[in-house]
């Protein structure tokens, strides 16, 4: 009986340290913020007529581009407030919808010199003067972990933690029972 547990605890002892050698490590992708430049940024707020602020209502967002598919989507702040970029000049339309039977919509005409592209901030410092340049603020360090990162302190921990648990679980499997005294 005691042979049939060591054979099983090996075999499962050489399934856990092959799943360990030959799965690839899972990191969560890293995600950074930045302050939008406020020259393009368009704040609506949306009130009730006796000027209360239409709080959390769901608000629908479409770009002159493409009228069927909603541009962004989201929720009024306490203030009844809503922001967004827009990409492109032209007719924007929207709708904010308190889900109780109010609904303000409009359309908001856009005019811009140049289409804003966020994803690429070298292209746009390159184009403007170093003196209109305004400062912005950095990435805040503590979300703009990469990707691909050697392991931290706290997975190699873990990892140490596993191997000295399955050693003990092998020393209490392995334990000769102890023999019954006779009476």
């Not at 856990?16 to 020259?39: C, E």
Request: hydrophobic share 45%.
């Amino acid at each position: 009986m005691t042979k049939l547990l060591k054979i099983n605890f090996l075999c499962l002892l050489f399934l856990a340290l092959m799943a360990l050698t030959f799965s690839q490590p899972v990191w969560a992708h890293g995600v950074v913020w930045r302050q939008a430049p406020s020259d393009k940024t368009i704040t609506l707020s949306f009130l009730y007529s006796d000027q209360t602020p239409m709080k959390y209502s769901k608000v629908l967002l479409h770009s002159p581009q493409d009228p069927e598919v909603p541009y962004q989507s989201g929720v009024t702040d306490l203030n009844g407030g809503f922001a967004f970029i827009p990409n492109v000049p032209g007719l924007w339309k929207f709708a904010a919808n308190d889900g109780q039977g109010h609904l303000s919509s409009g359309e908001l005409e856009v005019v811009f010199p140049e289409v804003t592209d966020l994803a690429a901030p070298e292209a746009r410092a390159a184009q403007s003067s170093p003196a209109s340049q305004s400062p912005s603020p950095a990435p805040s360090p503590a979300l703009a972990s990469g990707g691909s990162q050697s392991p931290t302190k706290e997975t190699i921990a873990l990892g140490l933690s596993l191997i000295v648990n399955i050693a003990l679980v092998a020393r209490l499997l392995w334990k000769k029972p102890k023999a019954k005294a006779l009476s």
